[in-house]
């Protein structure tokens, strides 16, 4: 086998590492997982974010900036940072858990919001993580800290681990050259027609 130096595409990684702690927190606010399921979410935490900081470097290795510190923040402040939070409480070190982890949870869906900016020129379907996600994550806050019915989260959370999988599906075609559409570059939607610059296509930072 011929060795070489290049860095292979990692996305792969870190979007079945986003479906599967998605699919976490869905079941939590749904009711799937029964009580005391805390620590089987940390754990996914770990695991998601070790693969989530790993796919990060690679990309910012590889000259994918968008990419590679939007996977990287993911790891940490979205994965071990909940995660953590939430093992503390299992084990009974914290005196509560809210308000101060549904206020992390809208600033989370903040940060994603604010992320949209980076997104603007990649395909549709890819931009969708900044306002989808960024919304989920403030639903998932405001159930903690107002009430809002877990239901609200628990679906929308199913929406993106259904999001993961098929960016997931998209990377892996796009490691032996199949092409799985993800749609026109976001910036094409957002903005009328006649207010655009002559742009040539995008493809997503995970091909």
Same mark, same amino acid.
């Given at each position: 086998?011929?060795?070489t130096?290049?860095w292979?595409?990692?996305?792969? $990684?870190?979007?079945?590492?986003?479906?599967?702690i998605?699919?976490?927190?869905? !079941?939590?606010?749904?009711?799937?997982w029964?009580p005391?399921?805390n620590a089987?979410?940390?754990?996914?935490?770990i695991?998601?974010?070790?693969?989530?900081?790993?796919? /990060?470097? =690679?990309?910012?290795?590889r000259?994918?900036?968008?990419?590679g510190? #939007?996977?990287?923040t993911?790891?940490?402040?979205f994965?071990? /940072? +909940?995660?953590?939070?939430?093992l503390?409480?299992?084990?009974?070190?914290?005196?509560a858990?809210?308000p101060?982890?549904?206020?992390?949870?809208?600033?989370?869906?903040?940060? &994603? %919001?604010? %992320?949209?900016v980076t997104?603007?020129?990649e +395909?549709?379907f890819?931009?969708?993580?900044?306002?989808v996600?960024?919304t989920?994550?403030?639903?998932?806050?405001?159930h903690?800290? =107002?009430? &809002? +019915?877990a239901? =609200? @989260?628990?679906? #929308?959370?199913?929406g993106?681990t259904?999001?993961?999988? =098929?960016?997931?599906?998209?990377?892996? !075609?796009?490691l032996?050259?199949l092409t $799985? +559409?993800?749609?026109? @570059?976001? $910036?094409?939607v &957002?903005?009328?027609?006649?207010?655009?610059e002559?742009r040539?296509?995008?493809?997503?930072?995970?091909?």
């Amino acid at each position: 086998m011929t060795r070489t130096t290049e860095w292979g595409d990692p996305s792969a $990684i870190g979007f079945a590492a986003l479906a599967g702690i998605n699919l976490a927190f869905a !079941g939590s606010f749904l009711g799937w997982w029964g009580p005391g399921h805390n620590a089987l979410v940390f754990t996914i935490g770990i695991v998601g974010g070790i693969a989530q900081v790993a796919t /990060g470097l =690679v990309q910012l290795k590889r000259g994918e900036s968008s990419g590679g510190t #939007l996977m990287t923040t993911f790891g940490l402040l979205f994965m071990w /940072g +909940p995660g953590t939070m939430l093992l503390l409480d299992s084990l009974g070190m914290v005196g509560a858990l809210n308000p101060f982890f549904g206020a992390w949870s809208l600033f989370l869906g903040a940060l &994603l %919001w604010t %992320w949209s900016v980076t997104l603007v020129y990649e +395909p549709a379907f890819e931009f969708l993580i900044g306002p989808v996600g960024g919304t989920t994550l403030a639903t998932a806050g405001l159930h903690d800290v =107002v009430g &809002l +019915p877990a239901v =609200v @989260p628990g679906l #929308l959370f199913v929406g993106l681990t259904l999001w993961g999988m =098929v960016m997931l599906v998209h990377s892996l !075609g796009a490691l032996r050259g199949l092409t $799985i +559409p993800l749609g026109p @570059p976001a $910036i094409e939607v &957002l903005t009328p027609a006649k207010r655009q610059e002559s742009r040539s296509p995008t493809v997503s930072h995970s091909d």
